[in-house]
C-alpha cells in the first residue's frame, strides 16, 4: 500500500494560511511570507522542495485549487498556470461536480464529491507504487490527519509570526506526533513527524 505523506508549511504560531483568503490573496493576506523559503533559497532547500514533487499522486482541496465555491467556473484552472508543478494525478475535494481536467506536464485533476477516503482510494491507485501527498490546505490536512491516513507529516516551519488565518492543527487532540528529524536554516525548520492516533 502507498505511504500517505504530507508537506506543509506553517508559520512559528501554527498558521498554514492568512486572513481573508481570496484571488488576490491565495494564501490569505500575508500569507505569501511563509513560502519565502521555497522562492528566495531553492539551493538551500532543494532536497526538501525536491521532496514534495515526489509523489505518485496529490490530494487537495478546494481552496487550494482556486477561489470559488458553488458551482464550477470551467475557465478556471487552478493557481499555476498552463502547467502546474505535479506531474501526476491530482484529486481535488469538492462538492460540486467537474469533468476531469488535464494540463500540460501530466497533470490531471480528477473532481472527487463523494469524501475523502474516496480521493485516497482513488489517489492510491493512480499512485502505484510511489507515495501519495496530501497536499493542503489545512481544513484538508485535518481531516486527513483527524482519520489516521497520514503516515508521515513533513512540516517546514517558517520564521514568521502570522497572527491571523487558518491554524493547521486545531482540534486534533487524538493526533500523535514523533519526531523522526529536523533540519534548520536562515528562513525555515524542517522537521519530519510519523503520525498515530490516539
Known amino acids: 500500500m502507498s505511504t500517505v505523506t504530507c508537506d506543509i508549511t506553517i508559520s512559528t504560531d501554527g498558521y ?51 477561489p470559488g465555491r458553488g458551482e464550477w467556473d470551467d475557465a478556471w484552472t487552478g493557481w499555476w498556470g498552463d502547467e502546474p508543478p505535479y506531474h501526476a494525478p491530482v484529486f481535488v475535494l469538492t ?57 508521515e507529516l513533513r512540516l517546514h516551519i517558517a520564521q514568521v509570526v502570522q497572527g491571523a488565518g487558518e491554524l493547521l492543527l486545531e482540534g486534533l487532540d487524538d493526533v500523535r506526533l514523533e519526531q523522526v528529524s529536523s533540519v534548520e536554516n536562515e528562513l525555515v525548520t524542517h522537521v519530519v513527524y510519523r503520525v498515530a492516533l490516539g
Open 95 to 151: 462538492h460540486s461536480p467537474r469533468a476531469p481536467l488535464t494540463l500540460a506536464g501530466g497533470t490531471t485533476f480528477t473532481f472527487v464529491t463523494d469524501g475523502i477516503e474516496s480521493a485516497m482510494e482513488q489517489a492510491r491507485a493512480a499512485a502505484g507504487e510511489k507515495s501519495v501527498a496530501v497536499a493542503g490546505g489545512a481544513s484538508t490536512v485535518r481531516q486527513y490527519l483527524a482519520a489516521g491516513l497520514i503516515g
Open 16 to 66: 498554514a494560511a492568512g486572513p481573508d483568503q481570496s484571488l488576490e490573496h491565495p494564501l490569505g493576506e500575508g500569507g505569501e511570507r511563509l513560502h519565502r523559503w521555497m522562492f528566495e533559497q531553492p539551493d538551500e532547500n532543494a532536497a526538501e522542495i525536491a521532496a514534495i514533487l515526489e509523489s505518485g499522486a496529490y490530494i487537495m482541496g478546494r481552496n487550494m485549487f482556486g
